[in-house]
């Protein structure tokens, strides 16, 4: 009886199916790759949260916002420094690859820019809470508003981390 012949070299097999998976690319490859998905998914959260960072600033300027009690106004501030972090750690990797370009060190760029992407996020999950929170006291000053804005901020939970992080551990090898 012959034994079973050796799997191929490279990209991983599946536990039980014997199917190639993955991609065949050097680390550099790879690395090219996943920083050209990761500006692809930058410009998206880029772009809102540098709209909503440019109507908040307008707010302080308005005739409205003089007559607001000091905790709007702290809430405002509060939001608007959320907003000035969220658009710091979503531009950043630009300039990390721009002052690293060229330097060989792509994958370590990536991962580091992956990181400030991420936290990019956080910070714009909190602005938007945060902004979401202002706009309904002003408008309402019922007691139902510290609910709708939980439940808004579960919702952001649940589409941003609990679901993506479901199908990731649902759906990948132990390998």
Not at 28 to 33: I, K, L, V
Not at 68 to 86: E, N, P, R
Not at 136 to 146: G, I, N, Q
Not at 151 to 173: D, E, K, M, Q, S
């Amino acid at each position: 009886m012959e034994a079973d012949p050796k799997p191929p070299k490279g990209p991983r097999q599946g536990p039980r199916d014997g199917v190639r998976h993955g991609r065949n690319e050097t680390e550099e490859e790879r690395a090219d790759r996943r920083w050209q998905d990761l500006i692809q998914e930058i410009r998206v959260a880029q772009t809102g949260v540098q709209i909503l960072l440019g109507f908040l600033l307008t707010v302080v300027f308005t005739p409205h916002f003089q007559g607001l009690h000091q905790t709007d106004k702290t809430i405002y501030i509060v939001t608007i420094v959320l907003g000035s972090l969220a658009t710091g750690a979503l531009i950043g990797p630009v300039a990390l690859h721009r002052i690293v370009a060229g330097r060989r060190i792509k994958p370590r760029a990536v991962i580091w820019a992956s990181r400030l992407t991420l936290l990019g996020l956080v910070l714009l999950l909190a602005t938007l809470t945060s902004s979401l929170l202002l706009v309904l006291r002003v408008a309402t000053h019922d007691a139902y508003v510290p609910w709708l804005v939980a439940g808004v901020l579960t919702w952001y939970l649940l589409c941003w981390f609990a679901l993506p992080l479901w199908i990731r551990f649902r759906h990948t090898n132990d390998e």
